[in-house]
């Protein structure tokens, strides 16, 4: 099934809403998503600079893979009060303490990072 794009005019998602408790839609530019008010309001909403929306969690996501060498999301935290982060391989995640240390961790053996509940399962 091909993505939907929602926007604040031709493909409202807010008026109604069309999901009950979903607030956040994905917009036609990835770097963007569609923002509903418990009123039925629609905004169009910018992802800060390096980040692309990603409809499976709701929220802005890094548009590469994170890792303490290269895209560190610890220092400063990418999202507020988010301490780990997709790696750059399907068995690997960052972590980020509470002082901004980043961590390179595997997944155990026979799992994989599951980024919208984030945990490897």
């Known amino acids: 099934t091909p993505a939907v794009d929602y926007n604040c005019k031709a493909r409202n998602p807010c008026d109604p809403l069309l999901t009950e408790k979903k607030f956040h839609y994905p917009h036609a530019k990835d770097k963007k998503y569609v923002q509903c008010s418990e009123y039925g309001e629609c905004f169009v909403r910018k992802c ?53 240390q980043c961590f390179d961790m595997p997944c155990p053996a026979g799992t994989t990072w599951d980024g919208p509940i984030t945990v490897c399962s």
């Open 48 to 100: 800060p600079p390096g980040l692309v929306f990603d409809d499976d969690v709701s929220v802005c996501v890094a548009d590469q893979c994170y890792s303490c060498a290269g895209y560190n999301p610890c220092t400063p935290l990418v999202m507020p009060s988010v301490y780990h982060y997709p790696g750059c391989s399907e068995t690997m995640f960052v972590q980020c303490s509470d002082f901004g």
